[in-house]
Nanobody, 128 residues
Framework: QVQLVESGGGSVQAGGSLRLSCVAS??????????MGWYRQVPGKEREGVARISTGGGTTYYADSVKGRFTISQDNAKNTLYLQMNSLKPEDTAMYYCAADTRPYDCGSRDLTDFNYWGQGTQVTVSS
């Protein structure tokens, strides 16, 4: 069982920055979780993938809407995933969820929203 706990959300003005963190537990990080990432969701809308990273090789994948502004990274020693969000826009407002996948496949071969574990979410609000 994988537990994921997010933190770092909040309110910021457009153009500002936030860094989300996600601490993972309940497994051996590198050997069982193959892929981690972030997705976001606004009430009444579909889940939108933001970014994912291969836990073994560190390869990253991003949604076009956040490329050049968001950076996903990991600290394997701390079992922690990060999402650095810069140049935030009002349309980035959403609940952000940390997610993990224990299915052994190429991290880049699946949709950005395709995970089998996720956390409770942290709210990000960007005002204009």
């Amino acid at each position: 069982q994988v537990q994921l706990v997010e933190s770092g959300g909040g309110s910021v003005q457009a153009g500002g920055s936030l860094r989300l963190s996600c601490v993972a537990s309940g497994y051996t990080y590198i050997h069982i979780v193959y892929c981690m990432g972030w997705y976001r969701q606004v009430p009444g809308k579909e889940r939108e993938g933001v970014a994912r990273i291969s836990t073994g090789g560190g390869t990253t994948y991003y949604a076009d809407s956040v490329k050049g502004r968001f950076t996903i990274s990991q600290d394997n020693a701390k079992n922690t995933l990060y999402l650095q969000m810069n140049s935030l826009k009002p349309e980035d407002t959403a609940m952000y969820y940390c997610a993990a996948d224990t299915r052994p496949y190429d991290c880049g071969s699946r949709d950005l929203t395709d995970f089998n574990y996720w956390g409770q979410g942290t709210q990000v609000t960007v005002s204009s």
